[in-house]
C-alpha cells in the first residue's frame, strides 16, 4: 500500500500549495444577499456557470447575519465571517476580513449583519464586469457578468415588496434576462435562514436547496423552492370537493389516473389531509411551479 503521508510529508511547499487551492475557488458568479425585518429571515441567492456554486458561496446564520464569497472565493471568509458577525457590523466584519487577505483583490463578498447592514467589495482583480451595490437590507455583486445591468436589474427587484425567498429568486432571473454569468449557467442555490421558525425543529434553516449542475438551474431551483414550500412550509388549505371537477381535468390532461398517482409522482402525498389539498400543491398542480413568481 502507497503512504501518502510518508510521500508527501517532506514536501511541504506541494502540501500549502494544494491547501492553498482548496481555499481560493474560482467562484466568478452573481449573488445576492439580504435580510426581511419585518420576518426576521436572513438570505443568499447565488446563480453561476460553476458545478454546486451553493457549496461555496453562501453563509447564513439567523440573528447573526448572511455571507456570500465568491470571485476566487476564500472560503475562510464565510465561517470566520459569521463569528466576527457576532460582535461587529457588516462594514467592521467586511474590513477585518479583506484587510488580512493578500489575496483580496482577487475577491467579493457580500455581507448583511443582524441589522440589516449590508457591505460589499470588489477587488481590482477581479474578472469583468465586476460590482457590487450595497443598499440597506441587501447586496447584489458579480463578476464576469454582461454588464452593470445586471446588477442593476437584481437591485430593482430586491426593493419590492414581497416575501424574501421570492425578491431573491427574482433578482436571479432578473439578472439571467440581462445577460447574467458571460461564460453561461450551470448551477444555483438558495439559503434562507429564520429566528421565528426553521422548516423542522431545531434549525434556522427556514429553506435550503441546490441545484449541483443543470442546463437551466433557475428554473430548476425555482421548481425545488415551490416543491420546498408545498411540502414543508404551506399552512393553507382548499377543500378538494370544491375543486373535484377542474382537478379531474387537470389529472387527465397529465396523463394520470388519480389525483393519488400524480401526489406520489410529484412527493406531495403528505399535502392532502381530511379532504384537503396544501395550497401551494393545489397551484404546482395547476401548471404553476413556484406559486409567487409570475
Same mark, same amino acid.
Given at each position: 500500500?502507497? #503512504?501518502?503521508?510518508t510521500? $508527501?510529508?517532506?514536501r511541504?511547499?506541494v502540501?500549502t500549495?494544494?491547501l492553498?487551492?482548496?481555499v481560493?475557488?474560482?467562484v ?5 444577499v439580504s435580510y426581511?425585518p419585518?420576518?426576521r ?8 456557470r460553476?458545478?454546486?456554486?451553493g457549496?461555496?458561496?453562501?453563509w447564513?446564520?439567523?440573528g ?5 464569497t ?7 471568509y464565510?465561517?470566520e ?7 461587529? #457590523?457588516a462594514p467592521?466584519v ?7 487577505d493578500k489575496?483580496?483583490e482577487?475577491?467579493?463578498?457580500g ?11 470588489t477587488?481590482?482583480e477581479?474578472h469583468?464586469?465586476?460590482g457590487?451595490i450595497?443598499r440597506?437590507?441587501?447586496s447584489?455583486q458579480?463578476n464576469?457578468?454582461?454588464?452593470p ?9 430586491m426593493?419590492k415588496p ?5 425578491r ?5 432571473f432578473?439578472?439571467e ?8 449557467r450551470?448551477s444555483a ?6 429566528e421565528v421558525?426553521g422548516?423542522?425543529?431545531?434549525t434556522?434553516?427556514?429553506?435550503d436547496l441546490r441545484?449541483?449542475?443543470s442546463?437551466?438551474p433557475l428554473?430548476?431551483?425555482?421548481r425545488?423552492l415551490?416543491l420546498w414550500k ?5 399552512r393553507n388549505?382548499?377543500?378538494?370537493s370544491?375543486?373535484q ?6 389529472i387527465?390532461? $397529465?396523463?394520470?389516473? #388519480?389525483?393519488?398517482?400524480?401526489l ?7 399535502s ?6 396544501g395550497?401551494v400543491?393545489m397551484?404546482?398542480?395547476m401548471? #404553476?411551479?413556484?406559486?409567487e413568481?409570475?
Amino acid at each position: 500500500m502507497v #503512504n501518502w503521508y510518508t510521500i $508527501l510529508e517532506p514536501r511541504t511547499t506541494v502540501v500549502t500549495e494544494i491547501l492553498f487551492s482548496m481555499v481560493n475557488l474560482r467562484v466568478m458568479t452573481f449573488s445576492v444577499v439580504s435580510y426581511d425585518p419585518e420576518e426576521r429571515k436572513w438570505s443568499v441567492g447565488v446563480a453561476s456557470r460553476y458545478l454546486s456554486v451553493g457549496s461555496i458561496v453562501p453563509w447564513a446564520v439567523a440573528g447573526v447575519g448572511c455571507i456570500a464569497t465568491q470571485s476566487y472565493a476564500n472560503y475562510t471568509y464565510g465561517p470566520e465571517g459569521l463569528e466576527l458577525l457576532r460582535k461587529n #457590523n457588516a462594514p467592521e466584519v467586511g474590513k477585518m476580513l479583506t484587510e488580512a487577505d493578500k489575496g483580496r483583490e482577487k475577491r467579493q463578498l457580500g455581507i448583511v449583519d443582524a441589522k440589516g447592514n449590508a457591505w460589499a467589495y470588489t477587488g481590482k482583480e477581479c474578472h469583468e464586469y465586476a460590482g457590487h451595490i450595497a443598499r440597506k437590507n441587501f447586496s447584489v455583486q458579480g463578476n464576469i457578468l454582461a454588464g452593470p445591468e445586471v446588477l442593476e436589474s437584481m437591485a430593482e427587484e430586491m426593493e419590492k415588496p414581497g416575501k424574501l425567498e421570492d425578491r431573491i429568486m427574482k433578482s436571479l432571473f432578473a439578472a439571467e434576462s440581462k445577460g447574467g454569468d458571460r461564460r453561461g449557467r450551470q448551477s444555483a442555490a438558495i439559503l434562507v435562514v429564520s429566528e421565528v421558525s426553521g422548516f423542522t425543529e431545531g434549525t434556522d434553516r427556514y429553506i435550503d436547496l441546490r441545484v449541483e449542475d443543470s442546463r437551466n438551474p433557475l428554473r430548476e431551483l425555482n421548481r425545488l423552492l415551490g416543491l420546498w414550500k408545498a411540502t414543508f412550509l404551506d399552512r393553507n388549505a382548499v377543500d378538494l370537493s370544491i375543486h373535484q371537477q377542474e382537478i379531474e381535468s387537470r389529472i387527465r390532461h $397529465l396523463g394520470y389516473r #388519480n389525483l393519488h398517482d400524480w401526489l406520489r409522482d410529484n412527493s406531495l402525498e403528505n399535502s392532502v389531509e381530511n379532504g384537503k389539498i396544501g395550497l401551494v400543491a393545489m397551484r404546482i398542480l395547476m401548471g #404553476n411551479e413556484n406559486p409567487e413568481l409570475p
